[in-house]
C-alpha cells in the first residue's frame, strides 16, 4: 500500500474534463461532425499508439526530435502517441488501397500528444478535427476543404469579419526558391524555416539572415515577401500553374460567398510533407491575430508505404484553438444537461416505488434520476436543481397512496398537480 | 528521409477503425449513451496519461507490475497510459470534493490500454463504458447501477435468456474469511486470487490448493463454495448483513422485471479495490460462456488521495466483448452511410456549378458530396454506391441550361426527373 498522498491534479498540459467542460467539448465535436458530414465525409478513428518510424520521414524534425511522446514498450517496439493524425490517414489508406472507393472523403475528431511548455491555446494533449479528401489531385478538391473549414467557423457563428483564410502554395514557392533565386535543396529548406519564423522576428533580422542564403535575384525575394493582392501575384507569375492554383481556389470559394480569403507568402505551414496548395485560418481579433489551423495538399504521403501514389488534401483543427476563439468572440451556446426529472424520495418505503416509476418514464424517453440518498428533502430538491435537473417530483407515502404527483418546473419554480404517470410524462413531453 | 518500407499495420493488439467500423463502434457508443443518459447521469472523461502513482495503490499487482503502458516523460515524470478508468474518477472527485453535487452521477467512454497477449475478446486498445455513481452508500444504488447494466444489453436486443447477472458481497467473503475460517490478511488475499482461478482449474487441484490455505472450517467453505440458490445463502448466513444486501438487490432487480440473477461465492472480481456487492454479466451461449463485463461497490478508493471518504459504485463494459456478443447473437443493425447524395459531374465545367448546388442542399441539412474526380461518369456512380449514398445526379450541360435532375435512386435503381432544387429537396426530404 502507498502511503504517499496522492495527487489529485491532471497530468501536466492535460485536462480533467468535468460534465460541464464535457458538454462544451461535445458541442464543438458535434458542431465539426455535422458540417463535416453534410460535406459526405465518413468518420474514422485509429489507436493514439502508432509504431515510432511512421513519424521519422515526414512529420518535422522539430516535432519527432523534442516533442513526442515516444517509448518502447514491454516487447521492445518503439512506440509513439501520435503528434498528429495526417501520417496515419496515409497509413490506412495505404493498407487498403486496392479496396477503398476514391475519392476518400474522411473526417476524425482524435486526440493528440506533444510535449511542449503548456500555455494559452496550446496544451500537451489536445483533440483535433481531421478531414481528408483523397484521390484527387484538382483544386476543386483543395477548394472544398477550404470551403468546409470556412463553414465549421461560420456553423460556430463566427463572423466572416472575425478570421481571414491565409493561402500559399508550396509549388510556387519552389519554383521560386529552384527557378528564380536558383537555390539548392538545403538553402531551399533552411529559407522556408526562416520565412515561417519571420512574424517572430524584426524586418532587420529577417532581411539579415535571408540575404545570407539567397545569393542571387535578392530582390526578386523581396518584392516576393510582400506581395499581398492577388493582382500582384498574378502580374509577378503571369505563367505560372502554381500562381493560377492560388487564384482559381480564390475564385471558386468566392462563387459559394466566401471572400475573405488572401494570398499570402510567408505562408508555409510547419510538416515537411506538404506538396501544393496550403492554407491558414487566422483569428483577426486586434488583441489576438495568430494562426488558429490550416492544412494542405499532400500527394507524396501516402506513396512512403510503397504503394502507388495517392493525392491528398486535408487540414487538423484543434480543439484547445477552438474552445479560445468560441469564448473570446462569446460564441459558446448555454448547455444544459441532459437530466430531465429528479424523483426525491421521501422516506426509505418509497425508493423501490420511485425507481420502478423512474423506469417507466424512461420507457417514454425522459431522462429520470432517483435520489435515494439519506439527506433532508430541501437539500435533494437543490442538488437537483445544480444538476441541471429541469423537474423535481418529491416521492412519498401520499404519493403511493394516491398516485397523484407534484412537478416542480425548477427553472421556472412553478408547481403543477397532475394525476399518474401519464399526467408526467404530458407534463414533461409538452415542455 | 527514411528508405526502410513503413508498415500499414496498425500497432499490435490495436485497430483501425475504417468508416464501417466507426459506424459499428459509434453504434455501440451511442446505445451505451442513450441508456445512461436516461438514467440521469452526465459524461466526463480525462486524459488517457495519468502519472504512474495513481495506478500503484490499488489496481492490483497483475495490471501494475506486467501490463500497464509506463514509461518516462522529457521531463522524467513517470507515466502511464490508463488501463482502467475507476482511479481516474476517484481522482476527478477527491479534486472537487467540495464543489460537486452528491449523488453524483457519471459515465464515460474512455480508451483503456493493457499490454497483453492479443486473442478473442482481448485487445491491447479497448474501450470501456464506465459508469460510476458516488455519494450514496446504500443499496438502492447496487441495484440502480446493476439495472442499468441489464438495460443496456436490452437495448442491444440481447435476450435476457442469453445473458446472467451474477452476485456476491466482498463483505460476505470478509465475514467468512475473518469469522469461520479464521484467514488472516495474507491467507485471505491467497484465498480470493484462488477462488477467481476457481473455473480455471479442475476440482482436485482447487480442492488441494484451498486446503493448503484454509486449516479450520474447511467443511463450511465447501459448503459455501456451493451454495447457488438464494434460499442456501440465506440458510448459512441467517444474521448476516452483508448476505442480506445481496437478496435485497436481487428483489429490487426483481421489482423492476429482472430475473436473470444468481448469487455466486466464487465471483471475486479482479481489483483489490472492491468493498462491497460485486457483481459480473455472463453470457450464456453454450460454447461461448464466460463474463463479459461487471462491476462493483468500492467505498474507500477516493479516501486515498487525503479526503473524506466517498462511497461508490460502478461498472466497466468492454467494446471488444461487446462487439463480439452482438456478432454472436446477430444483434449488429444494419448501419448505414451518413452520405445522402452525390452529385457527378460530367465534365468540368460543370464543377463549380455543382459546387455551389451542393452548398444550397446542405442548407436544407443534406448531406451530399461533389465527384469532380477525372474518371468516367459509370464508375462515378459505383463509386457513390459502393460508398453508401442514397441518391445520385448527374450534372453536365443540360442540368446547368434546364435546372431539371434525374434523381436516381441506387437502393431503389428507380429514376425520377425533378425540377430546380426545390424537387431535388423535396424529394430527399420525403423519402
Not at 249 to 267: C, E, S
Not at 295 to 306: E, W
Not at 391 to 415: D, M, Q, R
Request: with cysteine; glycine share 6%.
Amino acid at each position: 500500500m502507498n502511503m504517499k498522498q496522492l495527487s489529485t491534479e491532471p497530468y501536466k498540459g492535460t485536462r480533467d474534463f468535468y460534465p460541464a467542460d464535457m458538454r462544451l467539448q461535445n458541442y464543438i465535436f458535434s458542431t465539426m461532425r455535422s458540417v463535416t458530414e453534410k460535406y459526405g465525409y465518413q468518420e474514422y478513428t485509429a489507436s493514439i499508439i502508432e509504431e515510432t518510424d511512421l513519424y521519422r520521414a515526414k512529420t518535422g524534425e522539430e516535432i519527432v526530435g523534442e516533442q513526442t511522446y515516444s517509448f518502447t514498450d514491454r516487447g521492445d517496439r518503439d512506440i509513439t502517441l501520435r503528434p498528429e493524425m495526417t501520417p496515419t490517414v496515409a497509413r490506412m489508406v495505404a493498407n487498403k488501397r486496392r479496396k477503398l472507393v476514391f475519392p476518400v472523403r474522411w473526417y476524425s475528431i482524435p486526440n493528440c500528444f506533444r510535449y511542449e511548455r503548456p500555455q494559452r491555446g496550446r496544451l500537451r494533449e489536445f483533440w483535433q478535427l481531421n478531414v481528408d479528401i483523397l484521390g484527387v489531385d484538382n483544386i476543386f478538391a483543395d477548394s472544398e476543404v477550404i470551403d468546409m473549414a470556412y463553414r465549421i467557423m461560420t456553423t460556430f457563428g463566427a463572423d466572416p469579419n472575425s478570421f481571414i483564410i491565409k493561402i500559399n502554395n508550396r509549388k510556387l514557392m519552389n519554383e521560386l526558391y529552384a527557378d528564380i533565386l536558383r537555390l539548392d535543396d538545403d538553402q531551399s529548406h533552411r529559407l522556408s524555416k526562416l520565412i515561417d519564423k519571420k512574424n517572430k522576428m524584426t524586418s532587420d533580422e529577417f532581411e539579415k539572415e535571408s540575404q545570407a542564403i539567397i545569393t542571387t535575384s535578392y530582390d526578386v525575394f523581396k518584392k516576393f515577401i510582400q506581395i499581398n493582392t492577388v493582382e500582384s501575384l498574378s502580374n509577378m507569375f503571369p505563367n505560372s500553374p502554381a500562381a493560377r492554383e492560388v487564384i482559381e481556389v480564390m475564385n471558386i470559394l468566392k462563387t459559394n460567398g466566401i471572400t475573405n480569403t488572401a494570398f499570402d507568402p510567408t505562408l508555409m505551414r510547419g510538416f515537411d510533407y506538404y506538396t501544393g496548395v496550403v492554407f491558414e485560418v487566422f483569428d483577426t481579433h486586434p488583441t489576438n491575430n495568430r494562426a488558429m489551423f490550416g492544412g494542405g495538399r499532400y500527394d507524396n504521403l501516402v506513396d512512403l508505404f510503397g504503394v502507388e501514389s495517392v493525392p491528398a488534401f486535408g487540414f487538423g483543427m484543434g480543439d484547445v484553438t477552438m474552445q479560445d476563439y468560441l469564448e473570446t468572440y462569446n460564441l459558446v451556446p448555454n448547455l444544459t444537461s441532459t437530466r430531465d426529472l429528479t424523483l426525491c424520495t421521501l422516506d426509505e418505503s418509497s425508493v423501490v416505488f420511485a425507481m420502478n416509476l423512474a423506469a417507466e418514464l424512461r420507457k417514454q424517453s425522459i431522462a429520470v434520476a432517483v435520489d435515494y440518498s439519506n439527506r433532508k428533502i430541501g437539500n435533494k430538491i437543490k442538488s437537483a436543481e445544480k444538476d441541471g435537473s429541469q423537474y423535481v417530483i418529491c416521492i412519498g407515502e401520499e404519493e403511493l397512496k394516491n398516485g397523484t404527483y407534484v412537478i416542480k418546473n425548477l427553472a421556472e419554480s412553478s408547481e403543477e398537480k397532475v394525476m399518474g404517470i401519464e399526467g408526467v410524462i404530458e407534463r414533461i413531453k409538452t415542455k
